[in-house]
């Protein structure tokens, strides 16, 4: 028993470093497409602030991930199903270079493990009900938070015209915009992982139900989640940092910044939101303060439809990844 | 009345806001009350902007027809 549970923490925990590896892109894609850092000195900042997140954020959103199933439902087999899901539809967008969200893959995957387990009255409908409204909110509060923030910085200065000093400026600005985002990135998408674990401790009697999360599992989750991030993902740098919409150092800051607003504040809440999607929106919502048209819809539209189709895919592959186990004992 | 695109998406967008009032847990209402407060608040502006816009381009052609 022990050594599955340890297992499974493992896989659990290279989830952790997939979905740092995988979301990399997000927090430096526009450090990078800048040229504000280096893309090895942009990945080291990322992933230093991915741990370091440890230190701000409570546990909020891993109780919300270990409770969107009914404490007990959730098998071993069960777990590892929705880890295995999780993973391949992670695998599989990252090999399509889709910005894909890590968050709604494993949301998906324990959805699809549990019916395949215990069917559809095992989900619990208000956390999922949560879920999904903010998966459709958190982008457009990128969009907003980051079309207000570049428009207020355009009245501020615009009448500035050392512009060579002011593109300093953002330049340092960006610094500090992207050390934020990937706090915010580190505190909510580390949670998920100590969530399931927190679920499988709970299932296996380790822990009560109603435990605090501890401080193994939430050490191990922000040092994975670092060093995926560290060993990042190369492809979908360019979808965010380039191909939504032409950056400039103002806007990666702005949208930097409107994003971390956003995550900071559904992480203190307990939501569990995709990082990816709240960055995608911000993009898109420093594109709007040109024109509608500087934005690519197309590549915006593709990274849409990622959206919609992450948590049915990797419902689908959590189902199919239970069914070898179906009459196994636990 | 036309209006450009942009200000259409962010009607849009506070509308979207506004529908998924019905699915949002009461306790993070004013995360949607205030994104499309803030949304309403640039359709206002943009709109405002584009038919004073309108309005000065029409002036001078008036002018031009009265001598």
């Not at chain 1, 938070?145 to 330049?171: I, P, Q, S």
Request: one cysteine or more; proline letters at 3%.
């Amino acid at each position: 028993m022990t050594i599955t549970i340890a297992l499974i923490v493992l896989v659990a925990l290279s989830f952790d470093f997939f979905n740092g590896f995988h979301d990399a892109a997000n927090s430096i894609a526009t450090v990078v497409s800048t040229r504000v850092l280096t893309p090895r000195q942009a990945v080291a900042w990322a992933a230093f602030f991915n741990f370091a997140a440890f230190l701000i954020f409570g546990t909020k959103v891993a109780d919300t991930i270990s409770n969107v199933v009914h404490p007990g439902t959730l098998t071993n087999a069960g777990i590892f199903a929705a880890l295995v899901g999780a993973i391949l539809w992670d695998i599989v967008t990252w090999i399509l270079g889709l910005p894909t969200s890590s968050s709604h893959a494993l949301v998906g995957g324990l959805a699809g493990a549990a019916v395949a387990t215990a069917g559809w009255e095992t989900l619990v409908a208000s956390e999922y009900q949560k879920i999904f409204v903010f998966i459709v909110l958190s982008p457009i509060v990128g969009i907003l938070l980051a079309f207000t923030f570049m428009t207020g910085v355009f009245w501020l200065f615009h009448r500035y015209r050392k512009v060579e000093k002011l593109n300093r400026g953002f330049r340092r600005g960006q610094l500090v915009s992207a050390a934020a985002f990937s706090l915010g990135h580190g505190g909510n998408d580390a949670q998920k992982t100590m969530g399931v674990i927190l679920a499988l401790l709970i299932a296996n009697g380790l822990l009560a139900k109603g435990s605090d999360v501890p401080l193994w599992v939430v050490l191990s989750a922000h040092a994975a989640i670092a060093l995926g991030t560290l060993f990042g993902g190369w492809r979908i740098v360019h979808t965010m940092g380039s191909k939504i919409t032409k950056l400039q150092p103002v806007g990666g800051m702005c949208a930097e910044s409107a994003a971390a607003t956003a995550i900071w504040g559904v992480t203190l809440a307990g939501i569990p939101v995709s990082t990816t999607h709240t960055i995608a929106g911000a993009i898109v919502g420093v594109g709007t303060t040109q024109r509608l048209s500087a934005v690519r819809w197309g590549v915006a539209g593709r990274v849409v439809w990622a959206w919609v189709l992450t948590i049915p895919g990797a419902f689908v592959m959590a189902w199919i990844a239970y069914l070898p186990f179906k009459g196994l004992v636990r | 009345m036309r209006l450009s695109r942009r200000s259409w998406f962010f009607l849009g967008m506070s509308v979207t806001c506004l529908v998924l009032l019905a699915p949002t847990p009461e306790k993070y209402w004013w995360v949607n009350l205030s994104m499309a407060a803030l949304s309403l608040m640039w359709f206002v502006l943009f709109a405002v902007e584009e038919i004073l816009a309108r309005r000065g381009e029409d002036r001078p052609r008036a002018r031009r027809g009265d001598r």
